[in-house]
């Protein structure tokens, strides 16, 4: 008999969790004014909200951190995690921040200025912001399978090279600072990018004079999909492949909180001296001295610790394995969901589940109520509420897709609370008809709304 497939780890520690009712979760998620961001961890049974920093550490991390050194300049933790990512990903330059945006914050706040042009592949929600709110423009130049749930491409996070040669011919170089190839590519479904598309991005921008940033957030994940997709790759290692992952990158933005397995944390990575001269100012005044920027000694070396078991086979197979499993689950229960599945998450096509609610209505959304009232599953809405009004109409800009994210946070749960959450999923399917009236906003903030917004249901 073949022996099945276990985790890679055990546990030596763990948390208590508590099941709710539904008369309570019904209570509580109307307190919350309908935003799922609003409940109290404790009134979740599995929370699926994001992988951000969620993740469970080793007793490796855990026993780097009492090695800690605090020191304000030169500390010993910003030394070993500068090794660790200049033999990771290759760049001789790093400046530390607290979390992804504000290496983005830094990055861009060098780098992006008022008017410029700044293509990509489906920007993630922080990265578009910084954008926007430096009043540019983010071009989404994904290839257009990306946007049909049910194509088996295998590299959905690619860049179509034709949408880019466009963008970059249209204008001028000084007012395209940089392309970013997001590795995964959270916003179309954690979709991995071929390996051949990041050398033909790169080559590209080097023909138009114009520098590649990678969004490394889950760039192992990314990784472990061309080992397993990608022809030539299966006899690499996971640290083989980011290696030549990050020959087609000139700088990279960080957020450590996924694929570091560190509950917080950021980094920039460059290969320019001159570009770290310039962005070290910016950190200084927005994150902290270079040496630690917005980061504890203990939590430098927990990441880089991290970095290195992240970049593991073993780890990435249990990770992948566990989301497909999950995703699997749902599509024997005749639930549509995007394939094929994503990295850190399985995305519920949220239209096709619920037809009767409008998108004007927030269906994503209030597919990841019901889910909530039904199991105490906390999910997130990927949808008209997160992408938000455009800049100069400030009409709503409704997106191709209604998503509900379940993502997966690293090494916490098992395959029993996947069965839970996958159950849950398929009582709300069964009683899909019944659901017929979404919600309205009643207050949202001028940008980044989702987070905050206070809904009510629709009469
Ligand atoms: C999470 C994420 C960010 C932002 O990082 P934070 O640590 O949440 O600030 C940027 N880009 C991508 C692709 C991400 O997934």
């Known amino acids: 008999m073949e022996l099945p497939f276990a985790e890679s780890y055990k546990m030596k520690m763990v ?7 539904r008369m309570e979760r019904e209570q509580w998620i109307s307190s919350a004014n309908y935003n799922l961001f609003n409940l109290k961890s404790d009134q979740v049974f599995i929370d699926l909200l994001t992988d951000s920093g969620t993740g469970a550490m080793s007793d490796r991390q855990w026993a780097a951190m009492m090695l800690g050194d605090e020191s304000y300049a030169g500390a010993s933790s910003y030394y070993n995690l500068k ?10 330059y790093f400046l530390p921040t607290h979390q992804g945006r504000a290496a983005e914050n830094v990055l861009f706040s060098t780098l992006v200025k008022q008017s410029d042009i700044v293509p ?6 922080t990265t578009k912001g910084h954008i926007e ?35 970059l011919r249209a204008h001028p170089r ?5 392309i970013i190839v997001t590795v995964t590519c959270n916003s179309s479904g954690g979709q991995p990018v071929s390996m051949k598309n990041m050398r033909e991005v790169y080559a590209m921008a080097l023909q138009y004079g114009i520098p590649v940033c990678f969004d490394s957030a889950r760039f192992a994940e990314n990784a472990y999909f061309i080992k397993l997709r990608e022809e030539g790759y299966r006899d690499k290692s996971i640290k083989e492949i980011v290696s030549e992952m990050y020959t087609y990158a000139d700088m990279t933005t960080m957020s450590s909180k996924k694929d570091g397995i560190v509950n917080m944390g950021g980094f920039i990575g460059l290969r320019s001296e001159e570009l770290f001269r310039r962005a070290s100012t910016f950190n200084i005044m927005f994150e902290g001295y270079i040496t630690y920027g917005g980061m504890s000694g203990r939590d430098m070396n927990a990441l880089a610790t991290g970095l290195d078991e992240g970049t593991e ?35 519920v096509d949220a239209k096709a589940f619920l037809p009767k609610i409008k998108q004007e209505e927030y ?8 889910l909530y009232k039904e199991a105490g599953v906390r999910g997130v809405e990927i949808g008209t509420l997160l992408a938000d009004r455009d800049p100069l109409t400030r009409e709503n800009r409704y997106p191709g897709l209604e998503l509900l994210r379940l993502a997966i946070p690293r090494r916490v749960y098992t395959n029993n609370h996947m069965d839970v959450v996958a159950a849950g999923l398929k009582n709300v399917w069964d009683r899909r008809n019944e659901i017929t009236r979404g919600y309205n906003i009643a207050w949202e903030a001028p940008i980044m709304r989702h987070f905050t917004v206070v809904l009510e249901k629709t009469k």
């Open 313 to 347: 086979f073993e780890y990435l197979e249990t990770r992948i394995r566990q989301v497909e499993y999950l995703g699997n689950l749902l599509i024997s229960y005749g639930i549509p969901i995007q394939k094929p599945i994503g990295g850190h998450a399985v995305f």
């Open 15 to 21: 948390e208590p969790i508590r099941r709710s009712t």
């Open 133 to 167: 709110f430096r009043k540019a423009t983010a071009v989404d130049c994904t290839i257009d399978e990306a946007f049909d749930i049910d194509s088996p491409h295998l590299f959905k996070g690619d860049i179509d090279l034709e949408k880019l040669e466009n963008v």
């Open 174 to 178: 000084e007012s395209i600072p940089f």
């Open 363 to 370: 269906v994503a959304q209030t597919l990841a109520i019901e």
């Open 120 to 125: 990509g592949n489906s920007h993630f929600d």
């Open 83 to 92: 090794n660790a990512i200049e033999k990771i990903f290759g760049f001789p």
